[in-house]
Structure formats: structure tokens, C-alpha cells
């Protein structure tokens, strides 16, 4: 399917150059997903920890929680954000 330049609000059909070095942008874009994903988690899970699993750890150090709590919760965010 041919793309098309919005030009002036005339519609100029793109050069076999410019399909070309598109499509090579395209699937640039779609072989980084992965990484992005995988980005997304790491931020996600590290957010999460700082939020909700790190004042757990030093709540369960000072005896203030039961063993185990924050462990329980690493867990269940490595779960709610998985690889």
C-alpha cells in the first residue's frame, strides 16, 4: 500500500527511497520492542519497590512486622510486573 506526504494539503506518494528507509524505521521500531518492554517492567517493578516493599524491610528489621512480610511483598510485585 502505497504512503502518501500531506503536502500543501496535496497528497504526493512517497519515493521508492523514502519506502524504503520508512519501512527499515519500522522494523527498527518493532525489533526494540522487546527492550522497551522489558524497560517498562524494570520501572514499574523498581517504582513499586521503593513504594511499597523497601518500608516493609526495615519495618520487619525492627521487629515491627512479622519475618517474612517483606518477602511476601517483593514476591507479589514480581508477580504484578512479570519479565
Given at each position: 500500500?502505497?504512503?502518501y506526504?500531506?503536502?500543501?494539503n496535496?497528497?504526493?506518494?512517497?519515493?521508492?527511497?523514502?519506502e524504503?528507509?520508512?519501512d527499515?524505521?519500522?522494523?527498527?521500531?518493532e525489533?526494540?520492542?522487546?527492550a522497551?518492554?522489558?524497560e517498562?517492567?524494570?520501572?514499574n517493578?523498581?517504582?513499586?519497590?521503593?513504594?511499597?516493599?523497601?518500608?516493609?524491610?526495615?519495618?520487619e528489621?525492627?521487629?515491627?512486622v512479622s519475618?517474612?512480610?517483606?518477602a511476601?511483598?517483593?514476591?507479589?510485585?514480581?508477580?504484578?510486573?512479570?519479565?
Open positions: 500500500m502505497p504512503r506526504h500531506n503536502i500543501d496535496k497528497r504526493i506518494q512517497f519515493t521508492p527511497e523514502e524504503s528507509a520508512r527499515a524505521e519500522e522494523a527498527a521500531f525489533a526494540e520492542a522487546p522497551r518492554a522489558a517498562e517492567v524494570q520501572r517493578r523498581r517504582a513499586a519497590y521503593q513504594e511499597e516493599s523497601d518500608p516493609l524491610f526495615f519495618e528489621q525492627r521487629g515491627e519475618a517474612g512480610t517483606h511476601a511483598k517483593v514476591a507479589e510485585i514480581k508477580l504484578r510486573f512479570p519479565k
